[in-house]
């Protein structure tokens, strides 16, 4: 009988290991230069909310998306982001 299951469980394993590795990488590097780490700005639930141009420019950073990619964070769009997901209710 031929496992066809194995390769994919290599592979899931493999990424594991990956994601795992780059995590401990960053978490040692945030620890060794807390100056360094990025700020995660926070609003306290119920409080108030982030403006979306402040949203987008985070994400931007964060995810490293040059001005041509900008255009999947803009909050106007909301069609795109929730039509893959609405044949799903």
Do not use: C, N
């Amino acid at each position: 009988m031929i496992r066809l299951v194995r390769p994919r469980s290599e592979f899931l394993d493999a990424l594991r290991r990956r994601i795992i590795h780059e995590t401990e990488a960053a978490l040692l590097y945030g620890l060794q230069f807390p100056e360094r780490a990025p700020r995660i700005p926070r609003v306290e639930v119920g409080r108030g909310a982030f403006a979306p141009a402040f949203a987008t420019r985070f994400w931007a950073q964060t995810l490293g998306l040059d001005g041509t990619e900008l255009a999947l964070l803009d909050p106007s769009d909301r069609r795109r982001s929730t039509s893959a997901l609405s044949g799903l209710k």
